[in-house]
Protein backbone atom coordinates (compact mmCIF):
# COMPACT_ATOMS: atom_id res chain seq x y z
CA UNK A 1 0.00 0.00 0.00
CA UNK A 2 1.29 3.41 -0.79
CA UNK A 3 0.50 6.09 1.16
CA UNK A 4 0.88 9.68 -0.13
CA UNK A 5 2.81 12.09 2.59
CA UNK A 6 2.40 15.18 0.89
CA UNK A 7 1.87 18.05 3.57
CA UNK A 8 -0.56 20.02 1.11
CA UNK A 9 -2.83 16.91 0.62
CA UNK A 10 -6.24 17.80 1.96
CA UNK A 11 -7.26 15.42 4.68
CA UNK A 12 -5.48 12.35 6.85
CA UNK A 13 -2.84 10.77 5.69
CA UNK A 14 -4.15 7.48 6.72
CA UNK A 15 -8.02 7.21 5.76
CA UNK A 16 -10.11 6.49 8.89
CA UNK A 17 -7.11 7.87 11.10
CA UNK A 18 -7.86 11.23 12.26
CA UNK A 19 -5.42 13.34 13.81
CA UNK A 20 -5.39 13.89 17.47
CA UNK A 21 -6.79 16.75 19.13
CA UNK A 22 -4.66 19.16 20.94
CA UNK A 23 -4.90 18.37 24.84
CA UNK A 24 -5.91 20.77 27.03
CA UNK A 25 -3.27 21.87 30.05
CA UNK A 26 -5.35 19.94 32.19
CA UNK A 27 -5.24 16.86 30.15
CA UNK A 28 -1.36 17.13 29.94
CA UNK A 29 -0.98 17.42 33.89
CA UNK A 30 -2.92 14.66 34.97
CA UNK A 31 -2.01 12.66 32.70
CA UNK A 32 -5.17 11.52 31.50
CA UNK A 33 -8.44 12.51 31.46
CA UNK A 34 -9.65 14.04 34.87
CA UNK A 35 -12.33 10.91 35.14
CA UNK A 36 -9.80 8.03 34.85
CA UNK A 37 -6.84 9.78 37.13
CA UNK A 38 -9.87 10.27 39.80
CA UNK A 39 -10.95 6.82 39.86
CA UNK A 40 -6.93 5.43 39.65
CA UNK A 41 -5.89 7.54 42.27
CA UNK A 42 -9.59 5.93 44.51
CA UNK A 43 -9.19 2.78 43.35
CA UNK A 44 -5.05 3.03 44.37
CA UNK A 45 -6.27 5.02 47.88
CA UNK A 46 -8.08 2.04 48.53
CA UNK A 47 -5.70 -0.78 47.83
CA UNK A 48 -3.06 1.54 50.22
CA UNK A 49 -5.32 2.02 53.13
CA UNK A 50 -6.57 -1.14 53.25
CA UNK A 51 -2.61 -2.33 53.42
CA UNK A 52 -2.63 0.24 56.29
CA UNK A 53 -4.89 -0.72 57.61
CA UNK A 54 -3.80 -4.45 57.94
CA UNK A 55 -0.57 -3.25 59.49
CA UNK A 56 -2.09 -0.86 61.70
CA UNK A 57 -0.76 1.77 60.58
CA UNK A 58 -3.03 5.17 60.86
CA UNK A 59 -2.06 8.60 58.76
CA UNK A 60 -0.74 10.22 62.60
CA UNK A 61 1.26 7.44 63.29
CA UNK A 62 2.43 7.62 60.07
CA UNK A 63 3.41 10.79 60.11
CA UNK A 64 4.96 11.22 63.57
CA UNK A 65 7.30 8.07 62.88
CA UNK A 66 8.84 10.18 59.89
CA UNK A 67 8.79 13.36 62.20
CA UNK A 68 10.78 11.03 64.64
CA UNK A 69 12.55 9.55 62.12
CA UNK A 70 14.18 13.05 60.50
CA UNK A 71 14.52 14.77 64.14
CA UNK A 72 16.62 11.59 65.31
CA UNK A 73 18.63 11.89 62.15
CA UNK A 74 19.63 15.31 62.36
CA UNK A 75 19.93 15.29 66.32
CA UNK A 76 22.49 12.52 64.70
CA UNK A 77 24.50 15.02 62.43
CA UNK A 78 24.77 17.98 64.88
CA UNK A 79 26.47 15.35 67.49
CA UNK A 80 28.87 14.07 64.67
CA UNK A 81 29.55 18.09 63.73
CA UNK A 82 29.78 18.47 67.84
CA UNK A 83 32.23 15.82 67.61
CA UNK A 84 34.17 17.19 64.74
CA UNK A 85 34.32 20.49 65.93
CA UNK A 86 36.20 18.97 68.27
CA UNK A 87 38.66 16.74 66.79
CA UNK A 88 39.74 20.03 64.90
CA UNK A 89 40.41 22.09 67.85
CA UNK A 90 42.25 19.23 69.18
CA UNK A 91 44.32 19.13 66.51
CA UNK A 92 44.73 22.66 66.29
CA UNK A 93 46.70 22.77 69.95
CA UNK A 94 49.10 21.02 68.40
CA UNK A 95 49.28 21.69 64.66
CA UNK A 96 49.02 25.53 65.38
CA UNK A 97 52.19 26.09 67.53
CA UNK A 98 54.60 23.51 65.78
CA UNK A 99 53.58 25.83 62.68
CA UNK A 100 54.17 28.77 64.26
CA UNK A 101 57.32 27.34 65.61
CA UNK A 102 58.26 26.11 62.58
CA UNK A 103 57.36 29.53 60.59
CA UNK A 104 59.77 31.50 63.09
CA UNK A 105 63.01 28.84 62.74
CA UNK A 106 62.37 29.21 59.11
CA UNK A 107 62.62 33.08 59.44
CA UNK A 108 65.81 33.14 61.49
CA UNK A 109 67.47 31.11 58.52
Known amino acids: MIVDHDPRREGPAYPGIHPARPRSALHRFLGGSPVAVFVKL ?3 SVLVGAGM ?3 GLTPGRLFWSVYDTVRDLIDLGLVTFQD ?4 ILAGAVVVVPLWFLSRLLSVSK
Do not use: E, I, N, S
Not at 84 to 87: E, K, R, Y
Open 84 to 87: FGGW
Open 53 to 55: AML
Open 42 to 44: LLL
